[in-house]
């Protein structure tokens, strides 16, 4: 390859000093020609600073002071960032070997890309495999329609993130749904190139935030939908937000100040669809399952062309005889497994 695009990582930490080298080790052996490579700590009251400190030469620019999560970490890398191509990797995930240069050769020889979605895998403290099952997007339906996103493996050219600017620091769990959101609304998804090679590896373990906060992720995203839905005034599929959500999120925090010229009123319902079948998707007390019923039921009335969806039939038939089998049920599975 004659010429090596820069690529911007910035990598957000807070007392992650245990994976930190892990991290960092996966991104600098790589000896990508024209990195542009940021590390920014939280304060962290660990080791972590000493762990940078060892990778000190091969970072550019590297900080350690109390932030406001996140977002607000990732947001002073961005400020600095001048590479062609950017993305953030958490400090227990990890960039798989020769990731680099494979990004930069996508992007030198697709001119008009704007976002490059590589493979992700996931992996636990003992370094067992977790399989997944990785999704390729091909209208705008199936991108909202997607609870979550393969951000590790995510790498936008900077016009793109030029574009929708820095990460809203008041998101702490969905900020990257919202880069998401905001660019397959303005770029449109033939802007991505979808590949199956895995570019980076996601680490679950108990301190994690996706092992620990899924009522976050789920209160954020019915927020981000809303907000979406507010600003392409589809009040019917806000209503039935509010209908589904009230009891977990306040919605007179939703936003319409972006907008997303693009999304139509079927992505925004695939959205909620399946944000209630995610939210559902497991049930342990009665009151979940009484909410369970009536959620279905709101989707029966109101989302009609969600009814045939794999996934609604075989919840229904989780809830179809009632709370007292559906208990006697679990206790047998529970059993006999």
């Known amino acids: 390859m004659d010429k090596f695009p820069r690529i911007t990582i910035i990598v957000p930490s807070y007392n992650q000093a245990e994976y930190l080298d892990e991290t960092l080790s996966s991104i600098i052996d790589q000896a990508y020609p024209n990195l542009e ?29 109390k932030d406001q999560g996140q977002s607000h970490a990732i947001n002073k890398g ?13 400090s227990d995930d990890i960039l798989a070997e020769g990731s680099l240069n ?4 996508i992007f030198e020889s697709n001119p008009g890309l704007h976002c490059l979605i590589g493979g992700l895998e996931y992996f636990n403290h003992e370094k067992k495999w977790i399989p997944q099952t990785q999704q390729t997007f091909t209208t705008l339906t199936e ?16 016009k ?11 998101l702490h769990y ?3 749904l919202d880069w998401w959101y905001k660019f397959i609304g303005h770029f449109g998804i033939e802007s991505t190139l979808q590949i199956s090679d895995t570019l980076a590896f996601f680490r679950i373990h108990h301190s994690s935030k996706s092992s620990t906060a899924f009522q ?21 599929e806000n209503r039935t937000l509010e209908i589904l959500f009230n009891d977990i999120v306040n919605f ?15 992505a925004v319902r695939s959205a909620i669809f399946s944000l209630v079948i995610v939210r559902h998707s497991e049930i342990y007390t009665k009151a979940e399952f009484t909410r369970c019923v009536f959620a279905l039921r709101v989707i029966r009335k109101s989302f009609p062309e969600f009814i045939l969806d794999p996934e609604y039939i075989k919840l229904k038939k989780v809830l179809r005889f009632g709370w007292f089998w559906f208990r006697i049920n679990r206790k047998l599975k529970s059993k006999f497994s």
Request: proline share 2%.
């Open 160 to 170: 793109a993130v030029a574009y929708f600017g820095e990460l809203n620091s008041e």
């Open 174 to 176: 969905c900020m990257d």
């Open 216 to 236: 976050g992720f789920l209160k954020e995203k019915a927020l981000l939908i809303y907000s979406i839905a507010l600003s392409q005034s589809f009040k019917h």
């Open 143 to 158: 991108a909202y329609g997607s609870f979550r996103i393969r951000q590790p493996s995510m790498f936008y050219s900077k």
């Open 102 to 105: 494979k990004i930069a050769y």
């Open 37 to 65: 490579l940021f590390v920014i700590d939280g304060g962290s009251t660990d080791t972590s600073v000493e762990v940078i400190e060892r990778f000190s030469s091969a970072i550019t620019w590297w900080v350690s002071e």
């Open 78 to 90: 961005l400020k600095r960032a001048t590479g062609d191509v950017i993305n953030w990797i958490n």
């Open 252 to 266: 007179s925090n939703a936003v319409s100040n972006f907008k997303y010229p693009e999304i139509t009123s079927s």
